[in-house]
T-cell receptor
Framework: AQSVTQLGSHVSVSEGALVLLRCNYS??????LFWYVQYPNQGLQLLLK??????LVKGINGFEAEFKKSETSFHLTKPSAHMSDAAEYFC???????????FGKGITLSVRP | KAGVTQTPRYLIKTRGQQVTLSCSPI?????VSWYQQTPGQGLQFLFE???????NKGNFPGRFSGRQFSNSRSEMNVSTLELGDSALYLC??????????????FGPGTRLTVL
């Protein structure tokens, strides 16, 4: 079975500050890991994904994440927050044998001017 | 290329009724997955269809069903609606069975309210 833990439900940062959203996963086989973003009244948009190539993954809008097997983590970072980054962020895991995405509870990111 | 479309966007039903939601995947995509999103349970996988066959199913009661047509369009049906079925229902498509880390492209969702 696979699972994702996103600690905390809300993160608030100042504009220009570092964004760090944490994600820990559990999987009995090598995982595929994803970060999605959801803006109000919209579906999910893929930010980036890890599929066993490079452990440091760069995504859209300046986001990146690092896969750390020893820590079972896939934390999302962005060096400088922008007001437009305010949204809900979901970490998800899947395995090659099972197509379904298992999502974490999500984290709401607020950006203060 | 047009994205995933879902109709209707909003729906209000009463308990005991049934509802059908529709999803049109991105052109060329043959896999369609459905997810339920609620404040309490978050995002939960309902089922996946590929080439008109259900490939995977989540832990939902039999009141939740789906199907896929030869043009890859998919519908999901919920019978005997309960208040707890109020949710945002998201459809996602990918060009093959969504394994091997393939990206799933999500539609905007259908917001179902059960009164």
């Amino acid at each position: 079975a696979q699972s994702v833990t996103q600690l905390g439900s809300h993160v608030s940062v100042s504009e220009g500050a570092l964004v760090l959203l944490r994600c820990n996963y559990s999987s009995s086989v090598p995982p595929y890991l994803f970060w999605y973003v959801q803006y109000p009244n919209q579906g999910l948009q893929l930010l980036l994904k890890y599929t066993s190539a490079a452990t440091l993954v760069k995504g859209i809008n300046g986001f990146e994440a690092e896969f750390k097997k020893s820590e079972t983590s896939f934390h999302l970072t962005k060096p400088s927050a922008h007001m437009s980054d305010a949204a809900e962020y979901f970490c998800a895991v899947s395995t090659g044998a099972n197509s379904k995405l298992t999502f974490g509870k999500g984290i709401t990111l607020s950006v203060r001017p | 290329k047009a994205g995933v479309t879902q109709t209707p966007r909003y729906l209000i039903k009463t308990r005991g009724q049934q509802v059908t939601l529709s999803c049109s995947p991105i052109s060329g995509h043959r896999s369609v997955s459905w997810y339920q999103q609620t404040p309490g349970q978050g995002l939960q996988f309902l089922f996946e269809y590929f080439s008109e066959t259900q490939r995977n199913k989540g832990n939902f009661p039999g009141r939740f069903s789906g199907r896929q047509f030869s043009n890859s369009r998919s519908e999901m049906n919920v019978s005997t609606l309960e208040l707890g079925d109020s949710a945002l229902y998201l459809c996602a498509s990918s060009w093959r069975v969504a394994g091997a880390g393939d990206e799933q492209f999500f539609g905007p969702g259908t917001r179902l309210t059960v009164l």
